[in-house]
């Protein structure tokens, strides 16, 4: 199955990232070439325990949830989704092969954001998609910073871990925001005490290396990947590879 590397999910911003869970190939090729077509990056996920995975690691922008799944159905996935703080917000629309009425409103009642049915007409998804992507970012969820399994909410200051709640000084704090801004970029030590302590401060590099071993502490859980990268005579990079 083709996926895409975490390197080419990266660039986020402008293009929104679609996650396609479903299992039958030639539905998720379609959807990925059509979507691809229209501008939008395509993850895809074949049954449900991947696709809970794939919005972990790689958080979309909306789910194309298909109803019937192998293992895990859509609506317990979409159960799931809603569980997670990370994704409690994320757009889901629901792909039923089903007619009944009764089948959508227990879709909606799960959570999704809305529901297409099978087989549908490409552009009326689109527009749906587009009103749903539409709405999600009108909502203030600017104050998000999400990066692999971490979320900040800048408002409220909360920080999570794979829907576990961390607790960071306030210098932690403000490093790891840093970093969630510029996910994967390399940073010197004094580029850090610029940004996060400011110019004007006069502190030791030293320091900086203080506080990314408490900021690892805080953030890495047991058994967890270590999500600060050290690269050796360049600083710091907030990275899910080469920790
Ligand atoms: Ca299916």
């Not at 799931?80 to 629901?94: F, G, K, N």
């Not at 004094?190 to 408490?214: C, M, N, Q, S, Y």
């Not at 005579?233 to 080469?242: I, N, R, S, V």
């Amino acid at each position: 199955m083709q996926r895409m590397t975490m390197q080419d999910t990266v660039p986020a911003l402008s293009k929104p990232l679609v996650l396609v869970v479903e299992d039958e190939p030639a539905l998720a090729t379609m959807l990925r070439y059509n979507l691809e077509k229209q501008g939008f990056r395509v993850d895809e996920a074949a049954d449900g325990q991947e696709a809970l995975a794939r919005i972990a690691e790689a958080p979309p922008d909306l789910v194309l949830l298909d109803w019937m799944l192998p293992a895990l159905s859509g609506i317990e996935v979409c159960r799931q989704i809603r569980r997670r703080s990370a994704s409690r917000d994320l757009p889901v629309i629901m792909v039923t092969a089903r007619t009944e009425d009764q089948d959508a409103v227990r879709g909606l009642n799960t959570g999704a954001d809305d529901y297409i049915t099978k087989p549908f007409n490409m552009e009326a998804l689109l527009a749906r998609m587009r009103a749903l992507l539409r709405r999600a970012n009108s909502v203030p969820t600017k104050g998000r910073l999400e990066f692999h399994d971490l979320s900040m909410d800048l408002a409220t200051h909360r920080v999570q871990r794979n829907g576990r709640a961390l607790h960071l000084g306030p210098t932690e704090f403000r490093l790891l925001e840093y970093f969630m801004q510029h996910p994967r970029r390399v940073f010197a030590r004094e580029e850090l005490l610029d940004a996060v302590w400011g110019r004007d401060i006069h502190v030791e590099p030293r320091t900086v290396d203080v506080h990314i071993r408490r900021l690892r502490k805080s953030i890495n859980g047991e058994g967890e990947l270590d999500v600060v990268r050290t690269v050796r005579a360049a600083g710091y990079a907030l990275d899910t590879e080469g920790a």
